[in-house]
Structure formats: C-alpha cells, structure tokens
C-alpha cells in the first residue's frame, strides 16, 4: 500500500520559490469566457495543467506555460538552508527561479497539457483549441533566461475552434515517429488522428484520419444540427491500451458519458515505429490463434475473416522491414519507420459496447456520468478503471486483449451476429468514496486518473476533495497465484470472491471544510527520482499541495543495468557453492515400487489359459518347461528393475546423510555467530550505522547538488551538449575578456587596485627610461637641426634616425596610455 511519510514537503512550502512556481497568477490575465446563452449549459471539462518530462514540469496558468526543474529547486533551497542556518519561508515574495515559454501564438485559456512519448512535444488543450509546441531540449528550462522561446502550431483551425465542439481528451499514439501522432477526441463522437510534422503546416490543419463514431456504430448524425445524448453516446475520455501484448499499442478505449467503453482497434497512424521485438511477438501470437482454428468448431465467419485480415497486415508490415534489411542503399544514421498498410482497409471497427457480467453495483439515486477511463497491464490480466463524477470507481478485469478488426468496403447496420459477439469484460468491484458531494457536481465536476510512474497496480484519482490512491497490488497477487490455466473459470471466481478488495488511501485533502468545487484539483503529478524522491504534487485553484512517499522495499533494489558495476574479481564467498536441499523438489519414489509384481500377472495369465497344467501337479514335458522357462525370464527382468530401484535410493540415502550432516554443520555455525552477535552490543551498533548512514546520505547530497548547479544530471552526463564551435567560441570570449581588461561584477575594486599598482611601478620603469635616453634624443635632434642627412648611421650606438624618430614616437604614445588608464565593466 502507498505509504505516506509526509503531507508536505519543505522546498515546495508556502513562501518558497517552488510553491510560488505552481501558485502564481499568471502575468497576462486569463482570456475571459463568452457569454453563455440560455441553450448552453455550464459544463466543465477535464483539467491536466500538470506534465513532466522527467523531473522538468511544465505548468499552466491561464494562456502561460511555465517551466523549471523540481532538482533544481531542491538544490537550491538545500544549499540557502545550509547557508543560512534557517528555513527560507518568509512573508516576502521569493525570488522567481521558473522560466515560461514564449508563445505568442497561445491566446485561449489552457485545460490540458500532455507531452509526447519522447519527450519532444507538448499538446497544449483549451476547452475547444489545440496546439502543439516543441519543447526546448533537455537542460534549458535551468537557463538564466526569463523567456524561452518556443516553436508552436495550431492543430486544426477548422475542427478545433471557439465554435467547434469541446475538446474532451487529447492523447499521443505510442508508436508515433518521435511522439509525433496526435489522437484527439471531440464530444461530438469524432477521433481525429494528426501525424505532425512542425515544418509541414499542413500535417497539422488536416487530420491524416477521421473516425465518426456515430457512422462506425451505425447510428445516424442529424444533418441540421447534432445534439449528444449525455446518458448514451457524449464522449466523456479515452486512452490508448498500456503493454505490448498483442493488439494493445493500437488499441483506443473510448469511454462514453453514459459509462459505456468502446474501442478503435487498431489505429495506426501513417508512420510509425514498433518498439522493440514488438513485431516478432506479434507473429508469434497471431500463428498460435491461426493454429487453434482447427481445434475450435464454433468460430464464426467474422473470427476468421478477421484473423485472414490480421495475417494480411502483418504479412505486409514484415515486408516492409525486409526490404529494409535487404536495401544495399540503406544507412545506419538513416530514420526508418513503417508506413500504415494499403492490403486491408486503413479504418478500424468500432468493437462494443462491452458487456460488463456481472453489471455493476448502482451505488447512488443521483444523477452522474462517466468521466475518465484508464488501463492498465499487470500478470495475468489487464485492468480497465472508470471514474465518475460522484467520485465513484468501476474496475473490470480483461482476461483477453481487443483483436484487430477493420471495417468493409462500405458501413452498414451491424449484423444480429455482431451483436451477439460483443467484448467482455468482467465487474470485480465499485469503490464508494467516503466524501461528501457538493451541490450541482454532475456536469460540474470531472475527476480525472493519473498513471503511477513506479507502481502499476497504484493509481490516484483527482477529484473536487483531493486526490485518492487506490491500490490494487494485493488482489492481483492472489489472482496471479491463483490463474492456472488448468483451472476452471468456477474456482477462479470463488478465489476472486475471497479475495479483498482495492485499498483507497486519501494522499490529498484539499477540502478539508464543506465541499466546494474551488478546491477541486486542477493539475496532479507523480514522480520518481533519486534526488527528488517518490512525490506528488497537486495544485488547485487556491493552493498547492504535496505528498512524500516511501518506496516500497521490493522497488529499492532496482538497479539500471547501466549503472551496474562489473568486477574483474569478485570476491568468493563461502556461500556461493551451498544449495539447500530445501530449495530441492522432494524425492519420489519410483512407481516401479507402487505396482503390484509382473510374476503375479504372468501366472493370472497362464492360469486362465491352461487351467488344468497350472493347477495340477507339476509334469515335466515341454509345455510346463516353456511355462517355467518364461517365469524365470520375468523374475530375471524384474530382479535387474528392483536392484537399479535400490541403487538409486541408496544414493539418495547418502546424499541425504551428508545433507543431514552438512545441515547439522551449518546450524552450529548460526548458533555460533548468533551467540557473538548477541555478545555485541547490538543497540550502539545501529546507531553508528545510523549515523554512517546519515553522513553518506548528506554528502551524496552536496555531491549531486554541486552536479545540479554546474548543469550536470543525475547519471553525470552534461545536460545541455555544447558543439565544438560552441566550445571555440566561448575561448574565443574569454581571451577577448582577459586582453580588454572585463572583469565580474563585485570585483571592481580588487582589480582596480592591482592595476594601480601595477601602473605605479611600470611609469616608475618607463621615468627610468626616459632619463637614460634623453640625452640621446637631445642630440639627434640638435644634429638635424645642423642639417645631418636623414638615415645616417649615429656615431654611439649606429642606429639609423629613421628607426630612432620611429621607436620614440611609440614611446611617447605608450606614456600618454600608461598615463591615462580605463576599467571596463561587464555589463
């Protein structure tokens, strides 16, 4: 379960730089809202003002987008704490440590932001607009610069504008080339699908496809003007499948304000880039179905059309990156990715709505609707989550990923056998949150899911109160030790009966007075990392709020195989070679001692086929001979059977005696060091390792400050790369710097002082000089005067006039510097 150490954290307080990052009104006040008419209704939509890219969080506040890194801001408020001795709260407004985004382009109020895969770009959503923008390289949100400017385009102008629908959801496609397919959803029943290319200006006005949900569940779209039916097809979220397992990648949940979950499978996008094996699993899986047609005799012509169809694609995309292997012209340094597959038609079937068995638990009288969906991948079954707006969660187990199915030639009315094979997904339970609803929450309030970066069975839930962490992880346990594939559905429904539910924790309390819906929470964030820890961090409308967790004991220990350190010679230990019996399955006797003896059927035969010979006395001839030479041949076989039998027990008894022994050996040993660690005194030997513990953790501390403030990350690698020209340009600065003279602020007077010096002495050098050669002049110049020829060679030293006149002019110009010194400043 989530454990909470602290409900705040000191470098994101009130009063600091970090909470002012997330509770500052923005600079340019919010674009104000149109008047709504008595025909439209005051629903809100989904807010996400809160994303990541690592430890750097992006922030909206009303049409800004602020930036900074949460490492940098602990280690600046670490260093002015060790500094001053005391904490930096202070009624004064702190100092401003955040850099925004320079984005002219932005004049609606932003809902959402949701960063790309690759962390490349960022989707910026209002209640109806969207944009996209590409987000500075890593490392420049902890430049000096006030502003940072970014590239930015609007995303369907004609789709997406102030008279368009609502923008319900924005999500990024998984397999996008460089994060860069865009999946938006519109609460009037239409997915659009935008491959973006930010020098392409048309890649982001024209969606590269088009789902009409109405037109796919065949249901018609009144032509005059098309109002949602709120309880029935008014899209509420959707989310793209966690897990590579088969289909998953391209699969879309499409979650409908009346709770109903459909899915697009697959949604491919022009080009796209598979991770990792993902194809070769995806072959695997698809020749296991192909293969178990023939054992299933009830599968249906759509199973197997759509099984041809799923064959057809995959054949065309191995295709594809054969001829990528095989292309002589090919380069490594080259992008490749896959284009969308022409071999079958590029739009999906609408699958659902899915059957939910048992239907859910009906846990309130009250009007509400659906408003967020998320999945999630765990061993052996998938989760989907639903969330309502009385705060209520539905979670359904999917024992089987959605299959990839197309539609034909032309959409027609589905047929009675569709109708019959719609998905299922079963009900495992529905969470009542035990918070009270504040008046008018139905359209008015819409909590949202948020992912968890290190547990995947923990997700939170932002709602109007706070924000809940549910935790699934012990139920999953129990299924995992319980789905044995032998098993029938029967016994893993008891087991699941059993089983506790989901444990709801609350992480976030920010109506702790009546319910309002100004404290619902606008932005929430959850994050790893191993200086800034396991946090999460909420902000609403009036406050900010924080949460410290403990990592759980079987996370701490992994470890990235890059950072694992090889020896050359590692230590041996006395251990190494020991493998308890206990680990070993145990013995089992051959059967050959369970069975009942051969000679015993071998007479039973005999008997019944010659009774007379067998029961009567014993005759010498050549039957009964041929009766006793096949009975000696038995017990024979037999006697060598038992006698290898025994060889091997006698083996096993051995090696159980000196197992027994070896066992015996090692009891002693632990009774030994037991007896000398109890000897010891245990208590001050975990305070010294307590204080070890502390020292090494406060100089990792410094030591990854220092990183941070020289512009370093957590692995040492330099952040922001600079080029050799980069390089060169600023040594080419710095010799500028020292030959003009330029010196920092703050260091004016000691510079000052040791050019004086250093003036003093050299005028004291150049007076000496001048002495000395005075004379000297004096009598060139008397010479000219009497007419000597100029560039005649003087009679002391033999140096022409013309050098002579050259060198004291220069002498003269530098006295007249040396004389007249000026300071320069950097600015």
């Given at each position: 379960?989530?454990?909470?150490?602290?409900?705040?954290?000191?470098?994101?307080?009130?009063?600091?730089?970090?909470?002012?990052?997330?509770?500052?009104?923005?600079?340019?006040?919010?674009?104000?809202?149109?008047?709504?008419?008595?025909?439209?209704?005051?629903?809100?939509?989904?807010?996400?003002?809160?994303?990541?890219?690592?430890?750097?969080?992006?922030?909206?506040?009303?049409?800004?987008?602020?930036?900074?890194?949460?490492?940098?801001?602990?280690?600046?408020?670490?260093?002015?704490?060790?500094?001053?001795?005391?904490?930096?709260?202070?009624?004064?407004?702190?100092?401003?440590?955040?850099?925004?985004?320079?984005?002219?382009?932005?004049?609606?109020?932003?809902?959402?932001?949701?960063?790309?895969?690759?962390?490349?770009?960022?989707?910026?959503?209002?209640?109806?607009?969207?944009?996209?923008?590409?987000?500075?390289?890593?490392?420049?949100?902890?430049?000096?610069?006030?502003?940072?400017?970014?590239?930015?385009?609007?995303?369907?102008?004609?789709?997406?504008?102030?008279?368009?629908?609502?923008?319900?959801?924005?999500?990024?496609?998984?397999?996008?080339?460089?994060?860069?397919?865009?999946?938006?959803?519109?609460?009037?029943?239409?997915?659009?699908?935008?491959?973006?290319?930010?020098?392409?200006?048309?890649?982001?006005?024209?969606?590269?496809?088009?789902?009409?949900?109405?037109?796919?569940?065949?249901?018609?779209?009144?032509?005059?003007?098309?109002?949602?039916?709120?309880?029935?097809?008014?899209?509420?979220?959707?989310?793209?499948?966690?897990?590579?397992?088969?289909?998953?990648?391209?699969?879309?949940?499409?979650?409908?304000?009346?709770?109903?979950?459909?899915?697009?499978?697959?949604?491919?996008?022009?080009?796209?880039?598979?991770?990792?094996?993902?194809?070769?699993?995806?072959?695997?899986?698809?020749?296991?179905?192909?293969?178990?047609?023939?054992?299933?005799?009830?599968?249906?012509?759509?199973?197997?059309?759509?099984?041809?169809?799923?064959?057809?694609?995959?054949?065309?995309?191995?295709?594809?990156?054969?001829?990528?292997?095989?292309?002589?012209?090919?380069?490594?340094d080259q992008e490749f990715y896959f284009t969308r597959p022409e071999?079958?038609?590029?739009?999906?079937?609408?699958?659902?709505?899915?059957?939910?068995?048992?239907?859910?638990?009906?846990?309130?009288?009250?009007?509400?609707?659906?408003?967020?969906?998320?999945?999630?991948?765990?061993?052996?079954?998938?989760?989907?989550?639903?969330?309502?707006?009385?705060?209520?969660?539905?979670?359904?187990?999917?024992?089987?990923?959605?299959?990839?199915?197309?539609?034909?030639?032309?959409?027609?009315?589905?047929?009675?056998?569709?109708?019959?094979?719609?998905?299922?997904?079963?009900?495992?339970?529905?969470?009542?949150?035990?918070?009270?609803?504040?008046?008018n929450h139905a359209r008015k309030h819409w909590p949202v899911f948020?992912?968890?970066?290190?547990?995947?069975?923990?997700?939170?839930?932002?709602?109007?109160?706070?924000?809940?962490?549910?935790?699934?992880?012990?139920?999953?346990?129990?299924?995992?030790?319980?789905?044995?594939?032998?098993?029938?559905?029967?016994?893993?429904?008891?087991?699941?009966?059993?089983?506790?539910?989901?444990?709801?924790?609350?992480?976030?309390?920010?109506?702790?007075?009546?319910?309002?819906?100004?404290?619902?929470?606008?932005?929430?964030?959850?994050?790893?990392?191993?200086?800034?820890?396991?946090?999460?961090?909420?902000?609403?409308?009036?406050?900010?709020?924080?949460?410290?967790?403990?990592?759980?004991?079987?996370?701490?220990?992994?470890?990235?195989?890059?950072?694992?350190?090889?020896?050359?010679?590692?230590?041996?230990?006395?251990?190494?070679?020991?493998?308890?019996?206990?680990?070993?399955?145990?013995?089992?006797?051959?059967?050959?001692?369970?069975?009942?003896?051969?000679?015993?059927?071998?007479?039973?035969?005999?008997?019944?086929?010659?009774?007379?010979?067998?029961?009567?006395?014993?005759?010498?001839?050549?039957?009964?001979?041929?009766?006793?030479?096949?009975?000696?041949?038995?017990?024979?076989?037999?006697?060598?059977?038992?006698?290898?039998?025994?060889?091997?027990?006698?083996?096993?008894?051995?090696?159980?005696?000196?197992?027994?022994?070896?066992?015996?050996?090692?009891?002693?040993?632990?009774?030994?060091?037991?007896?000398?660690?109890?000897?010891?005194?245990?208590?001050?030997?975990?305070?010294?390792?307590?204080?070890?513990?502390?020292?090494?953790?406060?100089?990792?501390?410094?030591?990854?400050?220092?990183?941070?403030?020289?512009?370093?990350?957590?692995?040492?690698?330099?952040?922001?790369?600079?080029?050799?020209?980069?390089?060169e340009w600023e040594a080419e600065l710095q010799k500028i710097v020292?030959?003009?003279?330029?010196?920092?602020?703050?260091?004016?007077?000691?510079?000052?002082?040791?050019?004086?010096?250093?003036?003093?002495?050299?005028?004291?050098?150049?007076?000496?000089?001048?002495?000395?050669?005075?004379?000297?002049?004096?009598?060139?110049?008397?010479?000219?005067?009497?007419?000597?020829?100029?560039?005649?060679?003087?009679?002391?030293?033999?140096?022409?006039?013309?050098?002579?006149?050259?060198?004291?002019?220069?002498?003269?110009?530098?006295?007249?510097?040396?004389?007249?010194?000026?300071?320069?400043?950097?600015?």
């Open positions: 379960m989530i454990n909470v150490t602290s409900d705040t954290i000191p470098w994101l307080a009130k009063g600091t730089p970090g909470y002012s990052f997330f509770a500052d009104p923005p600079k340019q006040p919010p674009v104000p809202k149109y008047i709504l008419s008595a025909t439209q209704s005051e629903e809100t939509t989904p807010q996400r003002r809160i994303a990541n890219r690592g430890t750097e969080v992006f922030v909206a506040a009303g049409c800004e987008i602020r930036c900074v890194d949460l490492r940098f801001l602990k280690a600046q408020y670490e260093e002015e704490l060790e500094g001053t001795g005391k904490t930096t709260q202070s009624s004064t407004k702190p100092e401003r440590r955040y850099q925004v985004l320079n984005i002219p382009e932005l004049d609606f109020t932003i809902h959402q932001l949701d960063i790309s895969p690759d962390g490349q770009y960022l989707a910026i959503v209002g209640e109806k607009r969207v944009a996209v923008c590409l987000l500075p390289s890593p490392g420049f949100v902890r430049s000096s610069y006030e502003k940072l400017r970014a590239v930015c385009r609007q995303i369907g102008t004609t789709y997406h504008n102030e008279s368009s629908d609502k923008t319900v959801r924005v999500v990024w496609h998984p397999f996008g080339v460089q994060g860069s397919s865009l999946v938006i959803l519109t609460s009037d029943a239409y997915v659009r699908v935008y491959d973006i290319t930010m020098d392409q200006e048309t890649t982001c006005e024209v969606p590269d496809q088009v789902f009409d949900l109405n037109a796919l569940a065949g249901r018609e779209r009144q032509r005059t003007s098309f109002i949602p039916d709120p309880e029935s097809f008014e899209p509420a979220s959707c989310c793209f499948a966690s897990g590579d397992l088969c289909w998953r990648p391209f699969s879309l949940y499409i979650l409908m304000r009346g709770g109903d979950i459909y899915a697009l499978c697959p949604i491919v996008p022009s080009r796209w880039v598979p991770s990792e094996n993902y194809l070769h699993s995806l072959q695997r899986e698809l020749s296991t179905q192909v293969d178990a047609l023939e054992d299933f005799i009830d599968v249906t012509r759509s199973g197997k059309l759509a099984l041809r169809q799923q064959a057809k694609w995959l054949e065309e995309v191995l295709n594809q990156e054969a001829a990528r292997r095989s292309s002589s012209i090919n380069r490594r071999s079958v038609n590029p739009t999906p079937k609408l699958q659902g709505p899915f059957l939910l068995q048992p239907a859910p638990i009906d846990t309130s009288a009250e009007e509400v609707y659906a408003c967020d969906i998320i999945h999630t991948t765990s061993d052996p079954v998938a989760t989907i989550s639903v969330v309502w707006s009385n705060a209520n969660i539905d979670v359904f187990l999917e024992f089987e990923p959605i299959q990839a199915r197309w539609v034909g030639k032309k959409l027609r009315q589905k047929s009675p056998e569709e109708d019959k094979n719609l998905p299922i997904i079963a009900t495992f339970e529905t969470i009542k949150l035990k918070t009270p609803l504040p008046e948020m992912e968890n970066p290190l547990i995947g069975e923990v997700v939170f839930i932002a709602h109007y109160a706070g924000v809940e962490a549910v935790d699934m992880s012990e139920w999953l346990r129990g299924l995992k030790l319980v789905a044995d594939p032998e098993e029938g559905e029967d016994f893993i429904a008891k087991q699941l009966q059993r089983t506790q539910g989901s444990v709801v924790k609350k992480v976030v309390d920010s109506g702790k007075t009546l319910p309002n819906l100004t404290h619902s929470i606008v932005g929430c964030l959850v994050l790893q990392d191993s200086y800034v820890g396991y946090i999460l961090i909420a902000s609403s409308e009036t406050s900010v709020y924080a949460a410290d967790f403990d990592i759980p004991f079987e996370f701490r220990n992994t470890v990235d195989p890059e950072d694992v350190l090889i020896l050359a010679n590692p230590p041996k230990s006395s251990l190494a070679t020991y493998i308890p019996s206990i680990s070993m399955p145990l013995y089992d006797p051959p059967i050959t001692l369970r069975e009942p003896p051969g000679l015993y059927h071998f007479i039973a035969a005999n008997v019944h086929r010659n009774p007379q010979l067998m029961k009567g006395p014993l005759h010498y001839n050549a039957e009964s001979l041929e009766i006793l030479r096949q009975a000696r041949e038995q017990v024979k076989r037999e006697y060598e059977k038992f006698t290898s039998v025994a060889e091997i027990m006698y083996t096993h008894a051995k090696q159980q005696k000196a197992e027994y022994e070896r066992q015996l050996l090692k009891v002693h040993e632990i009774i030994t060091r037991q007896e000398g660690i109890v000897a010891r005194n245990v208590k001050n030997r975990l305070q010294n390792l307590e204080k070890d513990q502390k020292e090494l953790k406060a100089k990792f501390d410094a030591a990854f400050r220092g990183l941070i403030k020289n512009g370093h990350g957590g692995s040492g690698e330099i952040v922001v790369v600079k080029t050799e020209r980069e390089r020292e030959k003009t003279g330029f010196v920092e602020k703050g260091k004016e007077k000691e510079i000052e002082e040791e050019v004086k010096k250093g003036l003093e002495k050299r005028t004291e050098q150049v007076k000496v000089i001048w002495d000395e050669m005075k004379p000297i002049v004096g009598k060139n110049v008397d010479e000219n005067e009497t007419g000597v020829a100029s560039g005649s060679v003087d009679r002391c030293d033999g140096v022409p006039e013309e050098l002579r006149k050259k060198k004291v002019a220069e002498l003269r110009e530098m006295l007249r510097k040396e004389f007249v010194p000026r300071f320069h400043q950097l600015p």
